[in-house]
């Protein structure tokens, strides 16, 4: 079982910055790869972010790419998400999800966190 719980989110103007963090409870956390979902009001859970377990492979939505970047430190069992150029639209409770898998669908991810949420102001 891995346990993963998220923090980093708040309250931002629009241009701002954020870094989101994402702890587990596994040592095996290096074999995960690990993905950042999101989900604003009324809308369904959408992937923003993944990265393989090995690191060396990174993989974002359209909407995000060249303002989002993922991350990860084995060594501390974390992931990142450094979160620049914020938009209204990217408001939304933001979930990290570990996956034995290759896919990066919601349904594919064996773990997920409780989210944080990041609100961005216009």
């Known amino acids: 079982q891995v346990q993963l719980v998220e923090s980093g989110g708040g309250l931002v103007q629009a241009g701002g910055s954020l870094r989101l963090s994402c702890a587990a409870s596994?040592?095996?956390?290096?074999?995960?790869?690990m993905g950042w979902f999101r989900q604003a009001p009324g809308k369904e859970r959408e992937f923003v972010a993944g990265?393989?377990?090995?690191?060396?492979?990174?993989y974002y939505a359209d909407s995000v790419k060249g303002r989002f970047t993922i991350s990860r430190d084995n060594a501390k069992n974390t992931v990142y998400l450094q979160m620049n150029s914020l938009k209204p639209e990217d408001t939304a409770v933001y979930y990290c999800?570990?996956?034995?898998?290759?896919?990066?669908?919601?349904?594919?991810?064996?773990?997920w966190g409780k989210g944080t949420a990041v609100t961005v102001s216009s």
């Open positions: 990265i393989k377990w090995s690191g060396g492979n990174t």
């Open positions: 999800a570990a996956t034995s898998g290759s896919s990066w669908s919601s349904l594919a991810m064996n773990y």
């Open positions: 596994e040592r095996a956390f290096s074999f995960y790869s």
